[in-house]
């Protein structure tokens, strides 16, 4: 797969800089265009990784290196301009997490929705040949895990059926355009550089730095799958690399983990470096679900992927990130 001229949505995020700092030193003088409203992540951000130039509505030229394009995937009109030209999408940028889409359901919507309708049309009428679309396990819901990409959905929360609406158009654009579109759907991901996401790991760690109270929702018996984020990256270029379409894989570790059993994790890992983490218990949240991870054996078989980073590495890495940060 051609890798050379791609466009990136959410790109300034968490996900998106990781992504693009291993593109930019794996590949040679790689063309990218980041497309982010800035609601999460920031210029800041990805000034981090590299250096990047800024496009207008009157500039779709496109240009070697980072281009960034502060604008909203929700606008027909700028996901159809920016995509000229490009021979992949990988559309990151999302509203995420369940706790938004229960607090505001339909601002969901239109973005993981309308959004991704935007980003499939603007790739089907400029001709894109690969769209790569960030998905979750949220789309299968409360079902008995692990999760694998045979199970009848069942969403919980607002998030999860968004997520589950994307992936179904991104199976009908290919049976039915021939886009080569891939759904990948992300284990809890967290590592260096999510400083801005809520999700727990990242939480905690921010918390405890801060001197705040770590709150864990429910009893902490709920489990997760949790992924370092160059394990996801890696999966996300061997997406990019395959020349199929109409694929869905879970991106996970396989491993289920209760979120108890992760914070006592991070507290010893604090513990030892000085800081106290002090946990306690609130109310379960709505949407969520109570045990979650996943079956990665179509993943191995068809991308050759697999998880490499242990739990407690990523959990010393995240921490050590985020020390350099303060």
Known sequence: MN?????????????????????????????????????TGTPCDLSEITRFGTATSVDCHLKRGVTLIQDDIR????????????????????????????????????CNVLGTLNMLEAARLNGVKKFIF??????????????????PPHPVSPYGASKLAGEGYCSAYFRTFGIETVCLRFGNVYGPRSKHKSSVVAKFIRQALNGEVCEIFGDGTQTRDFLYIDDLVRALVLAMDKDFGGETFQIATGLERTVGEVAEMIAQALGRRGIKMTIKHTQPRLGDVKRNFADTSKAKRMLGWEPEVELEDGIERTIEYFLSQK
């Open 3 to 39: 890798l050379l001229n791609l466009l990136i949505t959410g790109g300034c995020g968490f996900i998106g800089t990781s992504l693009i700092h291993r593109l930019l030193h794996s590949h040679s003088n790689p063309t990218i265009r980041v497309l982010d409203n800035l609601v």
């Open 75 to 110: 606008d027909q009109d700028t996901t159809m301009y920016y995509a000229q030209g490009v021979d992949c999408v990988v559309h990151l940028a999302a509203n995420t997490g369940v706790g938004p889409s229960v607090e505001n359901p339909r601002l969901d919507m239109e």
């Open 134 to 151: 960030a998905s979750s396990g949220a789309p299968a819901g409360e079902v008995e895990p692990p999760i694998h990409e045979e199970l």
